[in-house]
T-cell receptor, first 115, second 111 residues
Framework: ETGVTQTPRHLVMGMTNKKSLKCEQH?????MYWYKQSAKKPLELMFV???????ENNSVPSRFSPECPNSSHLFLHLHTLQPEDSALYLC??????????????FGPGTRLTVT | QKEVEQNSGPLSVPEGAIASLNCTYS??????FFWYRQYSGKSPELIMS????GDKEDGRFTAQLNKASQYVSLLIRDSQPSDSATYLC???????????FGTGTSLTVIP
């Protein structure tokens, strides 16, 4: 595997279900991100982990719960979602030096549909 | 307040022409800027990064940054039909958690 991988690629879940999205990066980076992409909206940064420590939580509802067990893996746990949470969820990684050269590389995304 | 703004287009250019994509940003403290290409149904792909005022060239792509005017642009020379995609401008401060994307500009290159 190379780059950033995400599973599953597609997910349909009911509002009462619990599911998890998985991301793995094979680039040796030290930061990982979750983004939400909805139609006609800019990419929304949800969570950032740098050196396995969460450094950002942009007022994301508690029904989304991130987990970063190590620098290569990132999870997004989902529960009691709403139909408006249907979107493309993207994982990205970068090498953070604190100098601004944080080129982010994206995984293929998980297309989530909440019914 | 939108941190990064792009003309949503759509922009159409004939094959072989120069496509010009523009972006403005509101945070004067921003110092890192990126252009991503996103094909329909795919994830964003990094094509250029620029950190200093001036031009940066990579093959058919040239990124231009003017911090005084808070303006970033991407020029695509000799446009090809395969360049048809949505182009996302992104910028921010010195860490990835202070980073914002524009809504994207849709480009169509007409054969």
């Amino acid at each position: 595997e190379t780059g950033v991988t995400q599973t599953p690629r597609h997910l349909v879940m009911g509002m009462t279900n619990k599911k998890s999205l998985k991301c793995e990066q094979h680039l040796g980076h030290n930061a990982m991100y979750w983004y939400k992409q909805s139609a006609k909206k800019p990419l929304e940064l949800m969570f950032v982990y740098s050196l396995e420590e969460r450094v950002e939580n942009n007022s994301v509802p508690s029904r989304f719960s991130p987990e970063c067990p190590n620098s290569s893996h990132l999870f997004l746990h989902l529960h009691t979602l709403q139909p408006e949470d249907s979107a493309l969820y993207l994982c990205a990684s970068s090498q953070e030096s604190g100098q601004g050269d944080y080129e982010q590389y994206f995984g293929p995304g998980t297309r989530l549909t909440v019914t | 307040q939108k941190e990064v703004e792009q003309n949503s287009g759509p922009l159409s250019v004939p094959e072989g022409a120069i496509a010009s994509l523009n972006c403005t940003y509101s945070d004067r403290g921003s110092q890192s800027f990126f252009w991503y290409r996103q094909y329909s149904g795919k994830s964003p792909e990094l094509i250029m990064s620029i950190y200093s005022n001036g031009d940066k060239e990579d093959g058919r792509f040239t990124a231009q940054l003017n911090k005084a005017s808070q303006y970033v642009s991407l020029l695509i020379r000799d446009s090809q039909p395969s360049d048809s995609a949505t182009y996302l401008c992104a910028g921010g401060r010195n860490t990835g958690n202070q980073f914002y994307f524009g809504t994207g500009t849709s480009l169509t290159v007409i054969p």
